[in-house]
Every structure is written in structure tokens, then in C-alpha cells.
């Protein structure tokens, strides 16, 4: 291939890979200004169940692509998950409404239906994914990659591409070209996976999981009144060949369902669970997400939402240093949060998967006596469902978050023990009701756009005294990050007279956002375009927030100009 090391661009992005990840990942840079192309080697889409469910923080981040609405209309909501031990009886639940989001529930929905709600809101983008198109080649330089493509007439094309984001799955290519090793091991349990028909006298709306004698049974409600069936059988003991009916009727039946029959099975499969990762998520201009990165047990359907928070993670990223609207080093972020919440993911779905999986008398008796305990504490409940919906997944140790807090150590740290999940810089932000003036509006609404949103919450005891350092700030973020962020004054009362554009002042009569952010009197909340707080800052210190934002942002870039002539090099032929 030749070289190259101009800034001449056939595409910003090429997207490798038609999963979920790859057409979020396609849909949120679209979103953010860039242009991209996506491929898959695959001549169709996926028309199997495969990845089934969506958490609440997914859910969350779908509001941002305006699609929640069409997965909740599709999918099958679990409001709780019960576990049930070898003698057929409950011994916990955990309850999903204890999450703290608009979403209290895990979402049941096959991923081929996943599949077809993201493809139609790529094509209303003007976004066509390209299929039976395979990489075979890419190799970075200057700050590009120079890749060439198969398609499935033979015929090879060569392109340079800016950037190269690889979403293309367990045996991604991509990965291989990079030669990233894709360290960790893989279960000695089998495991069976089958859609099927039965009645059921299950709970409505509810998940269950049996341990029976060292085998892993899950039954979980799926559209069109069907049932996904997910058997870990100990090692040794699973049947060969495709996965039967007659199988899954005994395996139920094992678990005290005797009147219970199957029928009409839709899909099935039979694997081996691998919990592996890579130790880098980028390598100059190739970066990658998703299962490219990272697989997990699928017990507790960690897999697909964790490669959608990758694309979220990282498309307002990469938009901002391709634009050179934000320092390099942002960019940088993206490994550093995410592969460290990959490789803790990868622990915890490691640790309860050996639990569910744990073989011999007496680790079952120990499994069943103490599951009860734990579980049914319900601040232990909450916990393990807010860390099941990924709610809880924090950037904390993340070197592009800021958190100021006036007083000493001692004092701030019990400051931080009063405080509830959610409250730091690196964490999500919490949602909850507010009033834009009189109308009633939830918090993430106003953080739905590709903008940072600052929260500027006035002194509670004098806001007259917040309305001229408002102006002040307000002037500094027009002249300096006006297309950057939106800022929204808070104020516990209306003012005597201000000036200030009312459609960004938000009242709080009642001190509730104050007690929310654990704001005790005046502050600042900076929420980044994936509704994690970037910089928090109690009191208010529009110092170190000027600071915060120069060290992310370019106040004046002086713009070099990246030349996209798409179809510059369209199906160009290579020789072979």
C-alpha cells in the first residue's frame, strides 16, 4: 500500500463491524459532526437472539440517540431476578426497581430486534451500513490509516481513513492486524441457549435462575410470548450435537417445572464462555470497542451494553480532538476509563459466574446458606442491581476528571460518607425532576445534546449574590467554549431582578437538587456529553473551572485543515 502523510482524507471514520457497538458507535459520531462509513464482512444482518438484554444505564444513553421509546415498545421488562437452590426454593431476590434511574428494570429484547431499531435510525441518518465488505489490510501513517477492503465481488479498494474504530467482535480483525493479544481463559462448563414456547407459571416480569446440582439453569421472559433458556452444565455431563427440545424439557423439569412444556423452539446454540480482554484500546489512529476489546459470561448480560458505553465513551471524544476543539489528551481518556472498568467488569463477572457454576455439595450448601444472607439486606439488594444495570459504573481515577472541595481532609471525607452514589466527579449524574422556570423537566433531558452542561447553583442563603458571578461566567463561556457548553443557573427561589436569560434558570424551592449533588450551599456541576460529571466543585470556584476547561478544550485553535473528498479512492482497484 503507499504511503501517505498528507491530511487528505477519503472519510473522518471508518466503523469496522455492524454490531450493536459498531452502529452505535456509526450513529453517535454522525451525531457529533463527523462523517463516517461503516462495514461488516457479513452478508446480512444477525437474525439470531444472541445478546438479550439492556440495562438501565443503556436505556439512559438511548434517550440521547431518541430511541428508548422504540426499545421499550419491543422488549419485555424484568423487574426482578429470583434464585432458586437444589431443593427447588427460593433462597433470594434481587429486585431491579431498587435502581436509582428512570429505568428500574433489565430489558429482554433478542439482539436481531436490538439490530433492526439501530439499522432503521442509521438509514433516517443518512447512514447505510455496508455489508459483505471485509479489512484485510490496514497500516498507519502520518495520522491516518491507510486500510484496503474486500467486497464480496472480489474487487479491492483502497482508502485513507483519519481514524479507524474496530467494533467487529470476538475475532476482530482489526485486533489481529494490530497484534493485540486477547488475554484470559475460557470456563470448563458448557453451555446451551434456547428461545422457546412454554407455559409458564414463572412470575410475570420477573428472571429466574436455579443452582441444581452443579448445573446453571436462567428462564427469562422474551417477546412474542417465548422464553430464553440458559443451561451451564457441570463439566462432562452436556449432551452433544444441536440443542434439543427434549433437553431443555428435562433440564426444566430438573429445576421442579414439571408441567411445564416446551415448544417450538426458535434458535438455540451450544459454547464455551471465554472471559478475555485486551490490555489497549488504541493503538495511534485504531481504536476499538466492544467485544474487539472485551467478552464476559453471559450470565449477567454485561457483553452488549458494555460495548455501547464504549461508542458513548469515546465518538464526543474523538469529535472533539478531530475538530481540534479539545487537547490530545482526551482522547487518551478513553482507554484509561474504559479498559479499567473492562478489566474490573471482567473480574466481578468472573467471580459470580464460578459462584453460580461452583460444584460439589459443599460449595453448593455454602452458596445457598449465605446468598440468602447477603442478598436479602436491601442495601445489599440495591447494590448488586445497581451494579447489574451498570448505573453504578464510575470514572473516578479518570485523568480528564476535577472535583474541588473546600476544607480539610478529614472534614471531606465525611463529607463523602453522607453522600449518596453519584455524587462526584467521575460518576454519573443523577437524574430527577426540575423546573425550567415553571415547567416541569427531568435533569438528563437538558443534557440530551453533544454539548457540556454546567450546573451553576447559586448561594441558597443570598442568590442575589450568584447573579453577577452568573453573568461573569456566563460571558467567559461565550467568548472562550460558546459552542462547547450550555450552562443553566440554579436558583432556591426566584431573584428580585435579574437580567439573565430565563430559559437557563432552573428554581429549586424546595433544595432538592442542592441536596441531591450534596451542594450545601453554592457549587458547580459540569456534566460531559456521556452524563458523567467531568468537574465538580464545591463551593462554586470559577477559577479552577476556568482552568478545568482550558486543560480540556482549545480556547483558540488555529485550524488545520483535514481535506475528506469522499470517493476520492472508491473502489480503486489493488494489485494483487
Given at each position: 500500500m503507499s504511503q501517505s502523510a498528507t491530511n487528505t482524507y477519503d472519510i473522518e471514520v471508518l466503523v469496522v463491524g455492524a454490531g450493536p457497538t459498531g452502529m452505535v458507535m456509526a450513529s453517535e459520531l454522525k451525531r457529533h459532526g463527523m462523517q463516517c462509513r461503516i462495514i461488516d464482512r457479513l452478508p446480512q444482518p444477525s437474525h439470531t437472539s444472541k445478546a438479550l438484554s439492556i440495562h438501565a444505564r443503556t436505556l439512559e444513553l438511548f434517550e440521547k440517540m431518541g430511541l428508548t421509546n422504540s426499545f421499550l415498545a419491543e422488549g419485555v421488562k424484568v423487574k426482578a431476578m429470583n434464585i432458586y437452590g437444589d431443593k427447588h426454593h427460593r433462597i433470594a431476590q434481587i429486585n431491579m426497581q431498587h435502581v436509582p434511574s428512570r429505568y428500574p428494570f433489565m430489558l429482554c429484547l433478542p439482539q436481531w430486534e436490538t439490530e433492526n431499531i439501530l439499522n432503521e435510525h442509521l438509514t433516517r441518518q443518512e447512514i447505510k451500513v455496508e455489508r459483505a465488505v471485509e479489512l484485510?489490510?490496514?497500516?498507519?501513517?502520518?495520522?491516518?490509516?491507510?486500510?484496503?477492503?474486500?467486497?464480496?465481488n472480489g474487487q479491492r479498494e483502497q482508502l485513507r481513513t483519519r481514524w479507524l474504530i474496530g467494533c467487529d467482535g470476538p475475532h476482530s480483525?482489526?485486533?489481529?492486524l494490530l497484534g493485540f493479544d486477547f488475554k484470559g481463559s475460557t470456563f470448563e462448563q458448557s453451555f446451551a441457549l434456547a428461545d422457546v414456547h412454554m407455559g409458564s407459571y414463572l412470575p410475570v416480569h420477573q428472571a429466574s435462575f436455579f443452582w441444581q446440582e452443579g448445573d446453571f439453569i436462567g428462564c427469562l421472559p422474551i417477546p412474542h410470548e417465548q422464553y430464553r433458556i440458559i443451561i451451564g452444565y457441570k463439566p462432562g455431563t452436556e449432551p452433544k450435537g444441536d440443542v434439543t427440545l427434549e433437553e431443555v424439557q428435562r433440564i426444566l423439569e430438573k429445576c421442579g417445572m414439571t408441567d411445564v412444556r416446551v415448544h417450538d423452539a426458535v434458535w438455540s446454540s451450544r459454547f464455551q464462555v471465554n472471559q478475555r480482554k485486551v490490555h489497549h484500546y488504541r493503538q495511534g489512529s485504531v481504536l476499538m470497542a466492544g467485544d474487539a476489546c472485551h467478552i464476559h459470561s453471559p450470565i449477567a448480560g454485561q457483553g452488549m451494553n458494555t460495548g455501547i458505553q464504549d461508542a458513548f465513551n469515546l465518538a464526543w471524544k474523538l469529535a472533539l480532538v478531530s475538530q481540534e476543539k479539545a487537547q490530545p489528551h482526551l482522547l487518551d481518556s478513553y482507554e484509561a476509563e474504559r479498559e479499567r472498568f473492562g478489566r474490573l467488569l471482567l473480574r466481578g463477572t468472573n467471580f459470580f459466574s464460578r459462584l453460580a457454576l461452583s460444584q460439589g455439595a459443599l460449595p453448593s450448601r455454602l452458596r445457598d446458606s449465605v446468598a440468602p444472607l447477603v442478598i436479602s439486606s436491601k442495601i445489599a439488594s440495591k447494590r448488586i442491581a445497581t451494579l447489574i444495570s451498570q448505573v453504578a459504573a464510575s470514572y473516578r481515577r479518570s485523568p480528564i476528571v476535577s472535583e474541588y472541595q473546600e476544607g480539610n481532609l478529614?472534614?471531606?471525607?465525611?463529607?463523602?460518607?453522607?453522600?449518596?452514589?453519584?455524587?462526584?466527579?467521575?460518576?454519573?449524574?443523577?437524574?430527577?425532576?426540575?423546573?425550567?422556570?415553571?415547567?416541569p423537566m427531568r435533569l438528563h433531558m437538558l443534557c440530551l445534546g453533544t454539548r457540556h452542561v454546567l450546573f451553576f447553583f447559586a448561594h441558597q442563603h443570598d442568590p442575589e449574590r450568584s447573579l453577577q458571578e452568573w453573568e461573569e461566567m456566563n460571558a467567559i463561556l461565550k467568548r472562550r467554549h460558546s459552542d462547547l457548553v450550555d450552562a443553566f443557573l440554579i436558583l432556591p427561589r426566584p431573584p428580585e431582578s435579574s437580567d439573565s436569560e430565563r430559559t437557563h434558570i432552573i428554581y429549586d424551592e424546595n433544595a432538592a437538587i442542592y441536596k441531591e449533588y450534596g451542594i450545601t450551599d453554592d457549587g458547580l456541576v459540569l456534566v460531559r456529553p456521556d452524563g458523567y460529571i467531568g468537574f465538580l466543585s464545591r463551593p462554586a470556584s470559577l477559577g479552577r473551572l476556568g482552568a478545568y476547561l482550558d486543560s480540556i478544550f482549545v480556547v483558540s485553535p488555529i485550524p488545520t485543515p483535514i481535506t475528506v473528498t469522499p470517493g476520492r479512492a472508491e473502489h480503486k482497484e489493488v494489485s494483487q
Open positions: 484485510t489490510e490496514l497500516q498507519q501513517t502520518g495520522n491516518g490509516v491507510d486500510v484496503v477492503l474486500e467486497h464480496a480483525t482489526v485486533r489481529h478529614f472534614g471531606a471525607l465525611r463529607e463523602r460518607q453522607r453522600m449518596p452514589i453519584g455524587h462526584h466527579a467521575g460518576e454519573r449524574a443523577p437524574d430527577m425532576v426540575v423546573y425550567l422556570g415553571k415547567t
